[in-house]
């Protein structure tokens, strides 16, 4: 008989163990739920430094609004195009840090999410590599 006490117990013991994984599943589910809807509400801004222009983008690097100023009417049109990729690729990099924020608290630092949501984060956008961009600002971080 106290092999059929034995398997009760130890019945008990691992259906608590999968309702405990299921409600660790469930709350995963959330948390993972939560921070999606935190990261499709993010928005970088960057702006160019002598405020020519302004951009927007999502956690994804899609463009949201690209405001410009008057004086962007007096670039020539490559360094407009420049300046509107550097101004971009900060917008990004801004919402990116945003997003690596938020994964952070979610899983982590030390997690491998995190890893490589900040090695996306700090890849140099093939841009700001390209000699036409001429470092105009002085470092990868682009305008301000």
């Known amino acids: 008989m106290t092999d059929f006490f034995s398997a009760d117990m130890d019945a008990d013991l691992a259906i608590a163990r999968v309702q405990q994984q299921i409600a660790d599943a469930q ?53 407009l195009g420049a300046l509107i990729v550097a101004t971009a690729n900060a917008a990004q990099r801004r919402a990116g840090e945003q997003a690596l924020q938020i994964a952070a608290d979610a899983f982590g630092e030390e997690s491998s999410v995190v890893a490589h949501l900040r090695a996306e984060v700090d890849r140099v956008p093939p841009s700001d590599t390209d000699e036409r961009s001429g470092d105009r600002f002085g470092d990868r971080g682009g305008p301000r």
Do not use: C
């Not at 956690?59 to 690209?66: F, S």
């Open 27 to 79: 709350a995963a589910a959330a948390k993972a739920q939560s921070m999606q809807a935190d990261i499709q509400a993010i928005r970088g801004t960057a702006t160019a430094p002598r405020r020519e222009l302004s951009v927007t983008v999502d956690a994804a690097g899609r463009l949201a609004a690209v405001e410009i100023a008057d004086a962007a009417y007096d670039l020539e049109p490559r360094e």
